[in-house]
């Protein structure tokens, strides 16, 4: 056998067995497409309810959470049906969510039967609704916020992301918050400074002057660092029932500036315009008072009404 044959037939030889290693590895690679076990694929969790353990399908597709859509709107998800009292809605969210069937508040049985939900998250205070725990879960598997969840929109966003497998969007979510309100923050010192804001919704002609821990005025006043007036001050903490003020005590309002909320032509807001009392207040006669007509986002707590809030407050004062 000669040198120039050797050489060849080494080199053969040693491709042949290159491209036997090559087989074998490949072989013994899981191919992704098949495999139960990814880092990527989703599975089920079970996680402790008010009502007791309860196991959280991966990837739900059709999410029924009433009143909570401003949560799945802030991790990316679409409700499967979105919560109403007859025709009101929260229209703050209409953006996104105007192509979506309403569900009366009360979670009627029927209604969620038909809609085919494959994860129902309800309020702590089940007797708002309809039917019973037992009466939803056996429709789907369903989580009840606990009381901190549903009064702390931060700590409900976090519960959303671990129920749907989405902590990193959550905690994106909160830490972008964090930059907004702390941009506002500069903003708003520069264009208020130590000047106090009121903030009232008119409806059914009555009054409902926000404390200082009602809906978004507690972002405003308590992470804005906005200035209550003394007026707010004196309401102490809202009670779960938002009583009105009358006329003549809110004549006794000493903001500096006065956001008022509702439809120009209630007659609540007639009434004030009508009030020499109340056109002789400071706020009237520096013509510091902002009518603002919708206030689904004001009237509301969630990433979305928080962040809409924010940029409709800054630019009153702009």
Not at 6 to 13: A, R
Not at 16 to 27: E, V
């Amino acid at each position: 056998m000669n040198k120039l044959f050797q050489k060849k037939y080494l080199l053969m030889l040693l491709l042949t067995t290159l491209l036997l290693l090559a087989s074998c590895s490949n072989n013994n690679e899981t191919d992704p497409s098949t495999s139960n076990d990814t880092n990527d694929e989703a599975s089920d969790i079970t996680v402790d309810s008010g009502m007791g353990e309860v196991t959280i399908p991966a990837n739900p597709e059709k999410i029924l959470a009433p009143y909570n859509e401003d949560t799945l709107l802030a991790l990316g998800e679409k409700p499967v049906a979105k919560w109403a009292i007859g025709d009101s809605i929260q229209d703050y969210l209409e953006e996104d969510l105007a192509d979506v069937e309403t569900i009366e508040w009360t979670l009627p049985l029927e209604q969620v039967l038909n809609i085919e939900p494959d994860l129902i998250i309800l309020d702590h205070v089940l007797d708002n609704y309809e039917g019973s725990y037992e009466d939803y879960a056996a429709i789907a598997p369903t989580y009840v916020l606990s009381e901190e969840e549903a009064n702390d929109w931060k700590v409900r966003l976090q519960k959303f992301g671990e129920l749907l497998g989405k902590q990193e969007e959550a905690e994106k979510a909160l830490a972008d918050y964090d930059k907004k309100v702390a941009q506002a923050k500069e903003e708003l010192d520069a264009s208020l400074g130590d000047e106090t804001v009121a903030m009232m919704w008119v409806v059914g002609g009555k009054y409902f002057l926000f404390e200082e821990n009602r809906h978004t005025a507690d972002m405003i006043y308590n992470e804005l660092d906005v200035e209550v007036p003394e007026l707010v001050k004196g309401l102490g903490e809202g009670e779960a029932a938002w009583n009105p003020i009358s006329l003549e005590k809110l004549s006794e309002i000493d903001a500096d500036h006065l956001i008022i909320l509702g439809d120009e032509d209630d007659e609540g807001i007639e009434a004030l315009k009508n009030s020499s009392v109340w056109n002789n207040t400071k706020v009237v006669q520096n013509d510091q008072v902002y009518y603002l007509e919708d206030e689904s986002n004001w009237t509301n707590s969630g990433l979305v009404a928080s962040e809409q809030t924010i940029d409709m407050f800054v630019d009153l004062f702009k």
